[in-house]
């Protein structure tokens, strides 16, 4: 399949404001974001996908491809699919979307969740990570339940499943996968997906995946045994990622 890796970046973050053009490493984080997925080599287009004119400047100043979306798109999914219908993406058949607020996203989630639909096996695809035993006390932290089969069972912030005898817990922590925010969809998958209406389970746990799958359509699910990274959400995060930043560029050339 021909693939597109769509970064969607929108410049109204409540907790951190303006966070596509904070800076990371001395650059706009929207900028190191799409540096990185565009060395992954995953997708045979990487772009932005934004609204605000500032942000799609900062990217086309670094050599980066955009696409302005509307102002009215809600959700990550909703502005890849405006990029889907764009003419220049129709000769496209699989689009990936990779959060604007993750620069240590791993290559092996991106490439693994893109695997899902490009080897035909779902229309849908995303990845987890093995879960570890303090990840049920983190409602921030979306886990994921899957079958036998690979397809998600549910995504839940609660601590899914539910143990009812503490003597089950060592049995638990392999069941449970930390879900990571990357996602994977046929064209015509992503259409279906914004063509159904909301779903009460989505708005109740404010998860968007949660609609297609309370509507049936499969979502496969690679397991990546790597660590998951945490994104960038407050400022706190932000010196953090600062602080980490030199070390991991320098760690990523030994790597390459």
Known sequence: MKTAVV???????QRLPRKPLRELGGEPLIVQVWRR??????????????DDASVAAAVRAAGGDVAMTSSEC????ERVAAVARMPEFGEFDAFVNVQGDE???????????AEQVQSGRFPLGTVAARAREDIFARPMVVKVVV??????MYFSRAPIPYLRDAADAPVRVPLTLQHIGVYAYTRDALEGW?????????EIER????????????????????????????????????????SFVAEESVCR
């Open 7 to 13: 970064i969607p970046a929108r410049l109204g973050a």
């Open 37 to 50: 997925v565009a060395r992954m080599g995953v997708g045979d287009r990487v772009v932005v996908a934004t």
């Open 74 to 77: 809600g959700s990550g999914t």
């Open 103 to 113: 620069p240590f996203v791993s290559e092996s989630f991106v490439r693994a969740a």
């Open 147 to 152: 079958g036998v089969d690979g397809r998600a």
């Open 194 to 202: 914004l063509a159904l209406p909301p779903h009460p389970l989505e």
């Open 207 to 246: 998860l968007e995946q949660l609609r297609p799958l309370a509507h049936g359509i499969p979502f496969g699910v690679a397991v990546v045994d790597e660590r998951a990274e945490h994104g960038i959400d407050t400022e706190e995060d932000l010196q953090l990622a600062n602080a980490r930043w030199e």
